[in-house]
């Protein structure tokens, strides 16, 4: 992987060790598509992949109430900071 990320001119970033709160939200997030649909569904192709990711990030910035938010949605959050 860090060959090919080279290879694309992408950068590794690592999180200091012993440190896995700067991690948090990745991970949060990473749990949050594994139980809600990637463990769910027997995708036939890397495209019906991406195409139900990109429904499902929408649906997760646009409709979904984030708790943590206050129960609004992100894009209502960053509607607020504007």
Do not use: C
């Not at 860090?2 to 440190?19: C, D, L, S, T, V």
């Not at 949060?28 to 992949?49: D, K, M, P």
């Amino acid at each position: 992987m860090i060959e090919w990320a080279e290879k694309k001119g992408i950068r590794i970033e690592y999180i200091q060790p012993g440190k896995p709160q700067q991690n948090a939200y990745v991970e949060r997030f990473n749990r949050t598509v594994r139980y809600e649909w990637l463990a769910q569904y027997v995708f036939e192709s890397l495209g019906q992949v991406q195409d139900y990711a990109t429904r499902w990030i929408w649906n997760y910035n646009h409709e979904r109430p984030n708790m943590a938010l206050g129960g609004i949605t992100p894009k209502q959050r960053l509607a607020m900071a504007a």
